[in-house]
């Protein structure tokens, strides 16, 4: 019991990590159920097994900072303290969703808890997260900007003008690319000149090189704290490669069948991030049954959100003509 | 009253917005100490520093993406992208980002930035470095799409442009940066989606833009001195939002439309304002709208050729002649 020697992160922290954590998962189970029921229609891409990344950096933020994330963002929106009506609502196109049905999975937004977006085309949110940052910097306050996205990510153009760019300008933002080892269908490895696709990427922005399991939920804390008070303090941006697996498909189309069963079999029972933490919290002493209560808590906390949403009235048509310009409207012409 | 080239207009008109809003900063490549390869940001960086007059790497989508991300706080970028042809390097930015995050957000998000950039073609560099797009902006709904044909409507629609709170792709056409004009008053502010009557006439209808519409002007002076027929010029100066009024009100008196643009033809933005033309004054014509395009090809570059590709006054005035006389 090593770890017990090193209890820098205490029970507090833990514990809101563990819930944190165990809510983003049970939505995003409660995400796919409501797609076997047709109650979800469009595509989703789920986040279950990668939840450690979020939740790590959902606990480290202030309320002020920016997040952007991809279409794969059910989870970095609920991070961000965003309501599980406002997220399963949006993706069942009701009027409770955080964008009353006018975005859908991929696009999760609230600016209210700083959810700048989630962002569906590759890698333009890396530079559209700079903008942000470079407001910060501009109005010389401290928020920090924190860019989520997959390995796949590294090998589009934005990506490597954004790092150059956050580099120049000396940006507070932090870059944090999800490597769950599968660019869509394909391995990452087969189709990336280096070993490590952001990483080993980091020395051509004069950047360090950082790794970290991206499903270890303290070893990201740490990872995610360092890297916000480098950017808050002014020191500039970070890019960090966090190892992970998705437990299911690229999205809803997709049964994953290109993955060996042994590796799924080992990253579902060995290194999944949740049944990993809770084994962990136990062996910090942490009484079983708060544990249990939590779990009771979320369990509760999803099932109520899941009957508001499906209570909640679909948008109403007149909503296709609204909010495409500042004024509320859509005229092009007088 | 000062006379002011459109060149000189476009570093006024920044830094006049820059001087009432602390919030107005402006990126580009080249833009600060190099003052802009068109020089039309000669100054800036003197009066207004580093922090606001920032100088980017070649990088166009990181430029429009911080720009983006900087609006989406509520500060008022002005981003450049030096060639209009290189927007295509950052479209997904452009279309997909800026133009459609406040629908997709549901209103929660507003992104009031000025992507300006030099647009069209006569100065020879080729089918890369020319082109006139305005159109490929026209027809992504959340953009608004301005074009300026003369110094004092750069000042008066950049002012509006910086102000207003959705974003503004602002084209300066690179054929008008020499052009100069008196002007009495350069801090004034014109009202985006207000066409512009260029020359008064009751016998036809021009609709052009930037470049084109000067070049209207041209025409519509020699038809009347030489040929004894009034022409309407209306200069749109938007595309998006559209003053579809001013050319009702005209065509109603007219009957004769051409329109003149400096894009291939097809879905050129003529083919719209044609399309509105016979939706709401199909019994006031007395015969088709017609067109004045390039052809479809991309713009060569040799003297002979892109000055026979780029409609000319001269074919303009033949244009009108045969649509009156027949001949």
Known sequence: MVEKLNDDIGEEKRLQLWELMLKLRLVEKKAYDLFLQNLIKGTSHLALG???????FGVALKKGDYTFCTYRGHAHTLARGSSIEGVLGELMGRQCGLMKGKGGSMHLTDVDKGVMGSYAIIGAHLTIANGTALASKYNKTNEVSVCFFGDGTTNIGAFHEALNMAKIWNLPIVFVCENNLYMEYTPIHEVTAVEHPAADRAGAYDLDKIIVDGNDADEMLRTAEKAI?????GKGPSLIEAKTYRHSGHSRADPGKYRPD????????????????????????INEKIISEIEEKIKDQVEKATEISIASPIPEIKEIYTDVWANGGSEWHN | MAQLTYRASVSLAIAQSMRKDQKVFFIGEDVGAAGGVFKATVGLLEEFGKERVMDAPISEQAILGAAMGAAMTGLRPIAEIMFSDFLAVCWDIVANQIAKTRYMSDGQINIPLVIRTANGGGSKFGAQHSQSLENWSMMIPGLKVVAPSCPSDVLGLMDSAVKDPDPVIFYEHKSLYALKEEIEQTDISIPIGEANTLHEGKDITIIGLALMAQRAKEAALILKDKHDINAKVIDLRSLVPLDLQTIKKSVIETGHVLTVEENPRLCGWGAEISSL???????????????????????????????NTIPSVELIVNEVIKKLKGE
């Open chain 1, 50 to 56: 990668q939840e450690a990344i979020a939740g790590a």
């Open chain 2, 277 to 307: 033309i016979s939706e709401h004054c199909f019994k006031n014509l007395k015969g088709p709208v017609t067109r004045v395009t390039t052809p479809h090809v991309p713009l060569p570059s040799a003297d002979i050729l892109e000055d």
């Open chain 1, 229 to 233: 008070s480098k950017a808050r303090e």
């Open chain 1, 262 to 285: 042994e590796e799924v079999k080992d990253w579902m029972e060995n290194k999944d991030p949740i049944k990993n933490y809770r084994a962990k919290l136990l062996d910090f002493n």
